[in-house]
């Protein structure tokens, strides 16, 4: 793909229902950045108001740093700035920062994937832009860069000679995903499952189902919705798909036949999958990298969609091998020396009781050697409303389930899970992620598997940094199982 994202002429065309004032054109810009940390020379500085700064402090230092331009808002001060440099100045930056975003659309000729659903969005995303790559250029979000922000922020950043484009969506409130996927307009729309994260927010499952279906409402006109077929929303999803008059494809994971890309053959190991399923009438073979049901329901949406795009699908199959977990997401480590080696499965960034559930059945699939043991470090799942207690508790079926040897829980909502679990799984309960660390410590030992999960609110990362911080002395290594 070419150097150079925007030449200034089209910026401030994209802009010029926003600009206060045009400055010259001469410029071009080879990326976006909100973050100076983050910013290279080249780039166009978009100066956002923050809860904790405003990016209208940092212009300066991103002048310093390389920035060809800087995007702000009418009230900035620009007495520290040199006169020669670029000031895009607007009303409302986030505004022109969509402007923006919607002019990267306009030119765009790549094939547009979006994806939202309860769990596996960024997952899904990372597994699709890598199976297209073996097709041809492809931008995709960073990171969970799938809100108000980050949407626009990554459709800014699509290069104009991009051939694929991949985006995720999420929501906390009904509306939001309307919102993005009008910038979006994508091509093709995957759910990947509809689940109760953030259901404090709505006043029923069916609420929360219909939000996540606001991104059928904007798929471009001739566009595709793949959809989860084994889904109690299924028949809402494909409902408002056909009152938007978009074309559906399904996937089952339980391998019903009348999906159009289902399971026919899966079989779950430690640290991997192997597949046979049928995509949209043809066989496929394929191995997946990251353990779980659910990477196998994922990779079925996956290949749906390259299918769909006319990529390469024999390599995108492929390239599935090469999927592992992503930091917080399923990432595993080998921790430890000869003395006490330990496989930590890193699963802290964020939680639902579905993507719960998973987690501890992959938990279930590390085999048991020597001594060690199976050990879940569990924090509270944030956003459930009035069936919190309830929710946390019920997990104690799925401990069960999945043999896991020991609990040890954190927050006041995990103390139901810690209420209901019998005395054979039970470790002790931590009131803070700093006291599940500690208790962790006292309580590993040689070939143990750990997984830590928790809503970003109970700070699990900072126990599977601390965990890593422990053994750092000792070899570490991603991956190595």
Known sequence: MSDVLWHGSDVIAALAAHLIATPHSDWQAQGLAIDTRELKAGDIFIALPGERAHGHDYVAQAFDEGAVAALVGADFNADDIAEAAVLLRVDNVLAALEALARAARQRSQAHIIAITGSVGKTGTKASLAAALMKSGSVHAAERSFNNHIGVPLTLARLPADAEFGVFELGMNHAGEIKALVDMVRPHCAIITTIAAAHIENFDSMADLA????EILTGIEKGGTAILPFDNDYFDLLAA???????????FSVEGRADADSHVERAKLHEACSCVTANICAQAVTYKIGAPGIHQVANSLAVLTAVHLAGADLALAALSLAD?????????????????VSVTLIDESYNANPTSMAAALDTLGLSPRKGQGRRIAVLGDMAELGEGAAHLHGDLAAKVDAADIDLVITCGALMQNLHDALPAGRLGMHA??????????????HGDDVVMVKGSNASRMGLVVDGLIDMLSETQQQKGAL
């Open 210 to 213: 219909a939000a996540k279906a």
């Open 240 to 250: 408002t798909a056909k009152t938007h008059q978009v074309n559906m494809l399904s």
């Open 323 to 339: 999927q592992d977990g992503l930091d917080g997401r399923g990432a595993r480590y080998r921790l430890g020396g000869d003395e």
């Open 431 to 444: 009131d803070n992620h700093r006291d599940a660390l500690s208790i962790l410590r006292r309580e590993l």
